[in-house]
Each structure stands twice: as C-alpha cells, then as structure tokens.
Antibody
Framework: QVQLVESGGGVVQPGRSLRLSCAAS????????MYWVRQAPGKGLEWVAV????????YYADAVKGRFTISRDNSKNTLYLQMNSLRAGDTAMYYC??????WGQGTLVTVSS | QSALTQPASVSGSPGQSITISCTGT?????????VSWYQQHPGKAPKLMIY???NRPSGVSNRFSGSKSGNTASLTISGLQAEDEADYYC????????????FGGGTKLTVL
C-alpha cells in the first residue's frame, strides 16, 4: 500500500520561504518520477513541478519557475519543495503525487500578511 | 500550457450512465496515451480512477471506463450511484520529454 505523507505547510507572510516534504512508503521510490500538484481553495488542480526518478531532471510550471525548487533524496524516500518569494497566489493545498497517480493527503500553505 | 477543457457540470439519475469529456490538443491529449482521470470528494485528496486512457487501477469499479478519440478523452460512469457524486479531473502529459502534466478544469458530477 503506497503511502505519501506531506508536511511543512503553514501560514507564511508574502516574500518569505517554506519547505515542504513528502515521505513515501510502500513503493520503490526511485522507480517513479514525483510531482507536486496544488489546489487553491475552491479551484481546480494545477501541476507545479516534477522531478525525474533519479533526481537529475526537474521541470516547473511558469507560475513558480525561478521561485520554487523540487528535489528528492532517494536514500530517504523523500520528496521536497523549496518555496521562496511566496505570494498570495501560492495559497493552496499542496499534494505530492507519484507518476503512477498515487496522491498524498496534502499540506496547506497559506500566504498572508 | 493551457488547461484541458472539461464541462463544468454533468448530472444523472441513479442507474444511468454519464460521460465526461476532456478536450486538449495534439500536443497533449492527442499526442500521448497518457490520459488519467481522478475523482475528488469534498475535503479529500484526488483518487486515480483511470490511467493510460482506459486502464483501471486495482480496486476501482468496472463501472468506470475511459476512452480517447483524437484530441478528446472521455470518462464514462455506468450504473450511477450516489457515492459517485464528486469532482472529476482529467490529466495528460503536456510533454513526455519534460514529464509535464496538464489538468482539466474539473467537472462536478451531481447524482440526482
């Protein structure tokens, strides 16, 4: 049974930083590309970033490019999202997702002064 | 990249069948056999219902089926049940070389 547990969300002021983590279990972590997907309150799903299975390739949505960094530690079965220069528009539930389509429960990020 | 186009809402009575469409372009839906469908109940995480256009994960009811024609993918739910009432999202690769995903705007299914 695949389990993905996100953490690190919270309330943060505009311009500040936050680091999200996603601990994975029940799968061979380094077999999967890993994604961050977000959902603003009352809105649809939005792809944020992806990291290839070996960590070598990283791609970002235009809305976060240059501000967010995705990374992974395959020895710890953990995915990360470093979020800098946060804006009100980044307020959302952030989900960790495997390339197969398994989702975590999400961690809520609120950017507000 | 632009989001895939889904109807905002669909409805049906218990026992009926409904179909939700997901329209993209030849650069996403039409270009890859990697369309997925997700079900999301209020306050819950999305759940994979269909992957690779027409494959069901273990444990998903065979009342759910997927298909694709050209740039449009479809999710069909037969024998509607009250528990099927939820939001449904499609997704596709936007680029297989960069592994980017693109999502549809979501469809609210109401079981009357």
């Amino acid at each position: 049974q695949v389990q993905l547990v996100e953490s690190g969300g919270g309330v943060v002021q505009p311009g500040r930083s936050l680091r999200l983590s996603c601990a994975a279990s029940g799968l061979t972590f380094n077999d999967y590309a890993m994604y961050w997907v977000r959902q603003a309150p009352g809105k649809g799903l939005e792809w944020v970033a992806v990291n290839s299975n070996d960590g070598s390739n990283k791609y970002y949505a235009d809305a976060v490019k240059g501000r967010f960094t995705i990374s992974r530690d395959n020895s710890k079965n953990t995915l990360y999202l470093q979020m800098n220069s946060l804006r009100a528009g980044d307020t959302a539930m952030y989900y960790c997702v495997t390339s197969y389509g398994d989702w975590g429960q999400g961690t809520l990020v609120t950017v507000s002064s | 990249q632009s989001a895939l186009t889904q109807p905002a809402s669909v409805s049906g009575s218990p026992g009926q069948s409904i179909t939700i469409s997901c329209t993209g372009t030849s650069s996403d839906v039409g270009g890859y056999n990697y369309v997925s469908w997700y079900q999301q109940h209020p306050g819950k995480a999305p759940k994979l219902m269909i992957y690779d256009v027409n494959n069901r994960p273990s444990g998903v009811s065979n009342r759910f089926s997927g298909s694709k024609s050209g740039n449009t993918a479809s999710l069909t739910i037969s024998g509607l049940q009250a528990e099927d009432e939820a939001d449904y999202y499609c997704s596709s690769y936007a680029s297989s070389s960069t592994l980017e995903w693109v999502f549809g705007g979501g469809t609210k299914l109401t079981v009357l």
